[in-house]
Nanobody, 125 residues
Framework: QAQLVESGGGLVQAGGSLRLSCVDS????????VGWFRQTPGQEREGIAC????????YYKNSVKGRFTVSTDDAKNTLYLQMNSLKPEDTAVYYC??????????????????WGQGTQVTVSS
């Protein structure tokens, strides 16, 4: 099963970029739909970028569309989230997760399992 560990978070100024990585030691990313989610204190976790490895289809939340890009490197069992033109409202803890199905681009957090521990992204104005 997927065992996910995120990295790459940090502090960045508005307009800057970060790339988050999510390594799957269970070596299952290539066979699953995977996604990136974020959560701020007091708010529900939201899906922002999800990718179906079987279909090659991505879903992006409107607020990140055109700025964020999700990708995978199957050889490295790694999921990435390239974040450009960051805004203070992107500040959150970011999580990666794997969906139990492979042919879906659902980005609903309650459908996902095998969550990473999260990585903090802070964007200063």
């Amino acid at each position: 099963q997927a065992q996910l560990v995120e990295s790459g978070g940090g502090l960045v100024q508005a307009g800057g970029s970060l790339r988050l990585s999510c390594v799957d030691s269970g070596r299952t990313i290539s066979a699953k739909t995977v996604g990136w989610f974020r959560q701020t204190p007091g708010q529900e976790r939201e899906g922002i970028a999800c990718f179906s490895n079987s279909d090659g289809i991505s879903y992006y939340k409107n607020s990140v569309k055109g700025r964020f890009t999700v990708s995978t490197d199957d050889a490295k069992n790694t999921l990435y989230l390239q974040m450009n033109s960051l805004k203070p409202e992107d500040t959150a803890v970011y999580y990666c997760a794997a969906h139990p199905e492979s042919a879906t681009t659902s980005c609903k957090p309650w459908e996902y399992e095998h969550w990473g521990q999260g990585t903090q992204v802070t964007v200063s104005s």
